[in-house]
């Protein structure tokens, strides 16, 4: 009797204990990022989510994590490498410590607008440099991501001239370009994990940083530092990174379908970018903080110093790259 009662349970503890017993062949995406849900990166997610499912018929289904539910960038990364994480957007100066190429990129001035920017990377320069990286970091970039320009925010003074900088305690990520940008600047860079950031911008442990400006918007530092400086120093891209597990579980037509879907994303949310930078902008004048557009060219100057530092240090290799995004003309 017992030995029958068991046959017969079997069947109903497949049920309740398989979790895709009802899946029928389909692939599920787990996409993750830092920022809350409706920043220009949710907001490429939700796009990506919307195509990806509409041209897989349905194969693979997508997930959204956003705020940080799947890990810090640092720790996500690592993840995309062991396959633990399937999909992350994570901004290209946190890549530098996996893949120090990443590094030509966030050169201060490398770009001259976010269209120059974008010109850039749907160029065939950096088909070969997103090909390289991932072969060097068996992580794949899926598409480009969210570009954006990284503007100033401070606790204590409006930036007029480049003297203003002298002795501000700006957070930097732990980039070394980026600390010695600040640095040529006259800022003293606090390195920081953006998880650190809010923290210490009201424990006064930093003065200010620089964001991409939506994320100023998003994560409502306009409550806590009243003065914004416009210089667009730094331009940056956020790329939708995936696994090579993940990509390995497709066949060829859902891979397809996967990048199709990210690069129609990507293209939404460039012209929600491109159309809401100085809109943005102004909602932070209306929340209570004092803009500034001082002169850029004691900042440039810093700035060609600092790229040719790093191209002498970096070698042949980063020389050459930075070579051909000069040569592609905004």
């Not at 400006?213 to 003065?227: D, G, L, P, V, W």
């Amino acid at each position: 009797m017992k030995k029958l009662l068991s046959l017969l349970l079997i069947p109903l503890c497949l049920l309740v204990f398989t979790p895709n017993a009802f899946a029928s062949g389909k692939k599920l995406m787990r996409i993750g990022w830092a920022t809350p849900v409706n920043h220009p990166y949710g907001l490429l997610a939700k796009r990506f989510k919307e195509l990806a499912e509409t041209y897989t018929n349905g194969s693979v289904k997508i997930k959204l994590f956003p705020s940080g539910q799947l890990g810090s960038e640092g720790s996500a990364f690592k993840g995309l490498q062991l396959g633990s994480v399937d999909g992350y957007m994570i901004t290209m100066s946190n890549l530098s410590p996996h893949y120090p190429l990443m590094d030509v990129f966030s050169l201060p001035y490398c770009f001259e607008s976010m269209q120059h920017m974008k010109k850039v990377l749907k160029s065939d320069v950096a088909k070969e440099f997103f090909a390289d990286f991932e072969k060097k970091t068996h992580v794949a970039i899926l598409t480009y991501g969210s570009l954006d320009t990284r503007d100033l925010y401070n606790t204590r003074k409006d930036i007029n001239t480049f003297d203003d900088f002298a002795g501000l305690k700006y957070r930097v990520p732990k980039n070394e370009v980026m600390i010695a940008t600040f640095k040529a600047f006259g800022a003293n860079p606090v390195p920081l994990a953006w998880s650190e950031t809010p923290t210490a911008l009201q424990t006064g442990t930093i003065d200010g940083g620089d964001n991409g400006t939506s994320t100023i918007r998003q994560m409502k530092f306009y409550e806590m530092a009243k003065h914004l400086t416009v210089l667009d120093h730094f331009l940056a891209f956020s790329p939708l990174l995936v696994s090579e597990r993940f990509l390995k579980k497709l066949s060829p037509e859902e891979k397809t379908a996967l990048y199709r879907a990210a690069a129609e994303a990507n293209e939404y949310i460039d012209e929600y970018n491109f159309a809401e930078l100085e809109k943005t902008r102004t909602f932070l004048e209306e929340k209570g903080m004092k803009l500034t557009r001082p002169d850029r060219t004691p900042f440039i100057e810093a700035a060609q110093k600092v790229q040719k530092e790093f191209a002498d240090k970096k070698g042949a290799e980063f020389k050459k790259i930075l070579k051909k995004i000069r040569a592609i003309k905004p």
